[in-house]
């Protein structure tokens, strides 16, 4: 890979986070963090990652899983997560991002799975996935979309077959999380300008306290730690259809580029202007990251 313009660098720190025209539907983020920290957000599709050396400690709802060499982590949409480096040295990883459309194409395919598919465990120690997954890289960084494209389907068939599930179908909901829910419409569509919680709480006929304890059960995170998140996710299209940064940050209602900056690279691991530029660049060859 090519270091600088798109990579960020600080005391070791490197990461390229990409998409590879060979696999639409894909995300790719390969990166040493030692410093950084993810703070709690969440994603529209699947975070498939492999550690190489070091350890990612990984926040879940229901606990912090520790990530070490040999092992793969399976993250299903829209479960939030936070992450840090678990030793003093950091941890190098390679993650793939695909959308739910690209992981449902493949379980119809190779497995039994019906409805909603998604994964019955957070972390397995499977070597030969998470080789698998560093493969996945190292082919769509030399240009071989044949390999890349088959050994990503090979890999999600695999995860598929030993973890995956029919994830449970969600029935009527429950007076306070209808609550929240109509609390997160308004908060994404009044997304540049939106209301305090004092003000959200009374629209919905609710107190505040009420609301943050409906809204955290509902979505894992408070409501503005949530439009946090959902405003770089808005950011991201924006920037995939080409926006310049300091234009998506007014769009999805930051202050200013150096708050999107600041909170982008937070969410997504580099600055909005090196992932934008990695979108604009033709994939055709490309060379390994540091490591």
Not at 30 to 46: C, D, L, N
Not at 153 to 169: D, E, F, Q, W
Not at 199 to 206: K, M, N, S
Request: charged residues 20%.
């Amino acid at each position: 890979m090519e270091r600088g313009s798109t990579a960020t660098e600080r005391e070791g720190e490197w990461a390229r986070h990409w998409q590879y025209a060979g696999v639409p539907g894909l995300d790719l983020l390969r990166a040493r963090y030692v410093r950084h920290t993810f703070p709690r957000h969440s994603h529209e599709g699947f975070v498939l990652g492999a550690v190489r050396r070091g350890i990612e400690d990984v926040r879940m709802p229901d606990g912090t899983i520790s990530a070490v060499p040999g092992s793969v982590v399976m993250i299903n949409p829209e479960v939030p997560h936070a992450a840090h480096a678990g030793v003093p040295e950091g941890w190098s990883y390679a993650t793939l991002y695909p959308a739910k459309e690209l992981v449902a194409d493949v379980a119809a395919e190779t497995t039994t799975l019906r409805g909603t598919v998604g994964f019955a465990e957070t972390i397995v120690h499977d070597p030969d996935t998470a080789r698998l997954i560093h493969e996945v890289h190292r082919a769509a960084e030399e240009g071989n979309a044949l390999a890349a494209d088959s050994v990503f389907r090979i890999a999600i068939a695999r995860m598929l077959r030993r973890h995956g599930r029919s994830l449970p179908t969600r029935g009527p909901l429950p007076a306070a999380a209808r609550t929240a829910a109509l609390a997160q419409e308004i908060l994404v569509d009044r997304m540049t300008e939106p209301p305090s919680l004092e003000d959200l709480a009374r629209e919905l006929g609710t107190s505040p306290f009420a609301l943050l304890r409906a809204f955290k059960a509902a979505y894992g995170m408070p409501p503005h730690t949530w439009l946090t998140n959902a405003r770089v996710r808005r950011a991201q299209h924006l920037l995939n259809a080409g926006t310049a940064p300091a234009d998506a940050a007014v769009m999805v209602g930051f202050t200013d580029q150096p708050h999107l900056n600041r909170h982008f690279t937070r969410i997504v691991g580099v600055p909005p202007g090196a992932y934008r530029r990695e979108r604009a660049r033709t994939y055709k060859t490309g060379g390994a990251c540091p490591s």
